[in-house]
């Protein structure tokens, strides 16, 4: 089984500002990990994702994670921050190995973008 | 393209009705997962289907089904309604290969 912990439930930021949401997860098997973001009354959107390679991976507007797997950490981060940023963003992880593919999420950080 | 839809938006029953809940994949994506959306909380796994087999339950009671259709389309199925199935369920599809899930806009199930 796998569970994943988001730190902080709400982080405010200044615009303009560098942030950083917390993300470590726990699992008996490897697993693959994601980012999601959600917006007000909308679906996830994938952010970015984790499968191999380079630790580090980034997104098209601006964000990074880095997978830590002494860790077990996958922190999002984005070094300058829009009032556009502010929404729910969610981690995942999916097991790579058993018959499914489900992705558990944690609770999920609501970052506000201050002007 | 299109991406996942999901039918209908918004929908609300009554205590100990039942409720269909449709979903139509990317096209090309021959998975599709459930997963139910409580106001505050992440996303929790309800069903995963691929090739039209069950391949995944989550922690759900019977009450609960899914079924996946030879176009790849998928229904949810609640029967009995309560008052805390209340939540927005996300439909998602993917090309089982990458893991990656893209996501409906949902449906939001108010039961009153």
């Known amino acids: 089984a796998q569970s994943v912990t988001q730190l902080d439930s709400q982080v405010p930021v200044f615009e303009e500002a560098p942030v950083e949401l917390r993300c470590n997860y726990s699992?008996?098997?490897?697993?693959?990990l994601f980012w999601y973001v959600q917006y007000p009354n909308q679906g996830l959107q994938l952010l970015l994702k984790y499968l191999s390679g380079s630790t580090l991976v980034e997104s098209i507007n601006g964000f990074e994670a880095e997978f830590n797997k002494s860790q077990t950490s996958f922190h999002l981060r984005k070094p300058s921050v829009h009032i556009s940023d502010t929404a729910e963003y969610f981690c995942a992880v999916s097991p790579l190995s058993g018959s499914a593919r489900q992705l558990t999420f944690g609770s999920g950080t609501q970052l506000t973008v201050l002007p | 393209d299109a991406g996942v839809t999901q039918s209908p938006t918004h929908l609300i029953k009554t205590r100990g009705q039942h409720v269909t809940l449709r979903c139509s994949p990317i096209s090309g994506h021959k998975s599709v997962s459930w997963y139910q959306q409580v106001l505050g909380q992440g996303p929790q796994f309800i069903f995963q289907?691929?090739?039209?087999?069950?391949?995944g339950r989550g922690n759900f009671p019977d009450r609960f089904s899914a079924r996946q259709f030879p176009n790849y389309s998928s229904e949810l199925n609640v029967n009995a309604l309560l008052l805390g199935d209340s939540a927005l369920y996300l439909c998602?599809?993917?090309?089982?290969?990458?893991?990656?899930?893209?996501f409906g806009p949902g449906t939001r199930l108010t039961v009153t």
């Open positions: 699992s008996s098997v490897s697993v693959y």
């Open positions: 998602a599809s993917s090309l089982w290969e990458t893991y990656e899930q893209y």
């Open positions: 289907y691929y090739e039209k087999e069950e391949r």
